[in-house]
């Protein structure tokens, strides 16, 4: 219990000293108006209340990640803690929060224009059609997950004691499996949620799931500590603990099952959604520094939950192996064991929310992102129908392929985003000539492009090589990266 008490203030220790560096090295300046009052549209700029803003962000970037992710993750033992304090701390939040307030000084851009304006025009068009992709996989993913989980407590529910179901869902059934009724409805709220102004729909009930989502996390937390005996603690050894450790290394693999509990590529397409909405920029940090920090520890409480219920590492390994790899069912029975059926439905309708909200704010960006390639203004419906109909017909034809497979190059993908995001973020703070303050991103950079390439080299959904030349090629390219970066500075300092 030690080790996540550490772990649990380190976070929140993070937030207040080294978010408090992020903050000055930036340079936050209260009195410069923001795109919100300078650009207001009615429709995706407009100023909300920053307590508002919180929460929508946390809700975007939450998704399952940091949940089913955290609890997949520390399959690898205590070595998750680790990743993800350190991971939140020097990579995800000032990740999530120098691409928000970068997007905030420059009239609330998207993503590929940031990147763009640091790294080239060549970049910035790869970027587009990586972005654009990366979201509509991620709207695909986010619409079977909570239907699956809506279907699995729906049934759950609605079952009599003898699990058969009432005649009347037997029926719905035989007309189109339960699950796809429920694809259907997730996907309808998803296509209003993209195209009504950002306070109609998005503005107005995120509040109440970001509440259900924090009530679990509060709840879990407090069952935690009188279950304190059943944490193992990080002087017990940082070795492998997953039962298939000889083909799953803790490096790169880990670092990408953990993705939105540490460093998440998605986040910094999120960033720019809030950033419309900001009134000032003192409130950067506690939205998306903040927000970020929130998610962390989000994923050390599952994180530690899932040891601690099943009792031990092996023990979590057999339970998830009993039921399918399904980490939705090991979220159930603690939510329900521990928080009793009311505050079990209320954890669950958690679970429910966090991918739906990131899957509708996914596809409202991919949305803008399409609009500023094409220049199309988004204040009139037929402008915004025109580019969200192509963009939801593809997210339903990749939702056609195995989700497995979906998930498998979506947790790739959204790691690698992260390794163009800090290098366009390096880029930008060499460029702005602070110090040294390079290192704050170049350093994450480094590591995150190592784990990425690592992993596409290594892993099965990839090329399949040899572990060490895997590796190998990881470093390599990120020490081409370096030197690059060098010649850069130099050019620089020239000038």
């Known amino acids: 219990m030690i080790t996540f008490l550490v772990a649990l203030c380190a976070l929140i220790g993070g937030y207040f000293l080294y978010g408090a560096v992020v903050d000055r090295v930036f340079g936050v300046d209260p009195s410069r108006p923001t795109p919100a009052v300078t650009m207001a549209d009615g429709v995706d700029y407009m100023p909300l209340p920053s307590w508002r803003i919180f929460l929508i962000q946390f809700l975007n ?269 090991l979220v159930n029975d603690i939510s329900v064991t521990w928080l009793g059926s009311l505050g079990g439905f209320l954890a669950l309708l958690g679970v429910i929310f966090a991918p739906i909200t990131s899957g509708d704010t996914a596809l409202r960006s991919a949305r803008l992102i399409a609009a500023d390639f094409l220049h199309i203004e988004q204040s009139s419906m037929r402008n915004r129908l025109l580019i969200t109909i192509p963009i939801f017909l593809l997210s339903a034809f990749i939702m056609m392929i195995d989700f497995n497979i979906l998930w498998r190059y979506f947790a790739w993908s959204n790691q690698a985003l992260s390794v163009f995001t800090f290098w366009s973020l390096t880029v930008f703070l060499a460029r702005e000539r602070r110090g040294m303050s390079y290192l704050m991103t170049l350093i994450p950079a480094l590591f995150m492009t190592v784990v990425c390439v690592s992993y596409i080299m290594f892993a099965p959904e990839g090329l399949s090589l040899n572990y060490h030349l895997s590796v190998g090629v990881g470093l390599g390219v990120a020490t081409i990266f370096a030197l690059l970066f060098v010649r850069f500075k130099r050019t620089l300092c020239s000038k």
């Open 61 to 329: 970037i939450a998704g399952l990640g940091p949940i089913f992710g955290a609890i997949m993750g520390v399959l690898y033992g205590p070595a998750a803690y680790l990743w993800i304090v350190f991971g939140t701390i020097f990579g995800g939040a000032v990740h999530d929060y120098l691409s928000g307030m970068i997007s905030l000084r420059r009239g609330g851009v998207s993503l590929p224009e940031i990147v763009g304006n640091e790294l080239g025009n060549g970049v910035k068009q790869l970027m587009r059609l990586f972005s654009l992709l990366l979201l509509i996989l991620v709207g695909a993913v986010f619409v079977i997950n909570p239907a699956e989980i809506i279907t699995a407590i729906f049934t759950q529910y609605v079952a009599g004691d003898d699990g058969v179901m009432p005649a009347w869902v037997q029926a719905i059934d035989n007309i189109m499996p339960l699950q796809w009724w429920f694809v259907i409805l997730v996907f309808v709220y998803y296509l209003l949620a993209t195209l009504l102004p950002v306070d109609k729909i998005i503005g107005k009930i995120y509040p109440l799931f970001g509440v259900a989502l924090l009530f679990m996390a509060m709840g879990v937390l407090v069952v935690l500590f009188f279950n304190m005996d059943a944490l193992p603690e990080i002087t017990d050894g940082l070795h492998n603990r997953h039962p298939q450790a000889d083909s799953l290394p803790i490096f790169p693999m880990m670092f990408i099952s953990i993705a939105c509990g540490a460093v998440s590529g998605f986040h910094a397409t999120q960033s720019p959604l809030m950033a419309r909405c900001l009134k000032n920029e003192k409130m950067g940090r506690p939205i998306f520094y903040g927000a970020m920090v929130t998610e962390g520890v989000l994923a050390l409480i599952w994180a530690a939950a899932a040891v601690a219920f099943t009792g031990s590492y092996e023990g979590l390994a057999s339970y998830l192996a009993e039921n399918g790899n399904k980490p939705l069912v």
